[in-house]
């Protein structure tokens, strides 16, 4: 070993071998991987608390859509009837209605 290595060897058994350098590393390690609240759940809990606002805005922009489509099917009667039409294929008694399924008309050509 040449004499600049075992100068940096030397240097770093002092900086490790100092009791606040190992006071610290050792409480540092104690409170990365044992300690009750450690900082890997804390990580953990901190993406789930994100996932958790993504979809609390998600469900509050649907909430507020769901808000409108309610108001329009209350407020019209031609409104209401369309929904009813498209969504549950409801009639009238002199009507007969032709349901044509895009994907299938695809699939013949």
Same mark, same amino acid.
């Given at each position: 070993?040449?004499?600049?290595?075992?100068?940096?060897?030397? @240097? =770093? &058994? &002092?900086?490790?071998?100092?009791?606040?350098?190992?006071?610290?590393?050792?409480?540092?390690?104690?409170?990365?991987?044992?300690?009750?609240?450690?900082?890997?759940?804390?990580?953990?809990? /901190?993406?789930?608390?994100?996932?958790?606002?993504?979809? @609390?805005?998600? /469900? %509050?922009?649907?909430?507020?859509?769901? &808000?409108?489509?309610?108001?329009?099917?209350?407020?019209?009667?031609?409104? =209401?009837?369309?929904?009813?039409?498209?969504?549950?294929? /409801?009639?009238?008694?002199?009507? %007969?209605?032709?349901? @044509?399924?895009?994907?299938?008309?695809?699939?013949?050509?």
């Amino acid at each position: 070993m040449s004499a600049t290595g075992k100068k940096k060897l030397k @240097i =770093l &058994r &002092r900086i490790f071998l100092n009791k606040y350098t190992l006071v610290f590393l050792i409480f540092a390690g104690y409170v990365t991987f044992f300690d009750k609240h450690n900082l890997i759940s804390r990580w953990k809990i /901190y993406q789930k608390n994100k996932e958790l606002e993504k979809e @609390i805005k998600y /469900y %509050d922009e649907k909430i507020k859509s769901d &808000r409108t489509k309610l108001f329009e099917l209350k407020s019209s009667n031609e409104n =209401l009837e369309k929904f009813a039409r498209e969504h549950y294929f /409801y009639k009238k008694d002199n009507e %007969d209605v032709f349901i @044509i399924n895009k994907k299938d008309s695809n699939k013949n050509r």
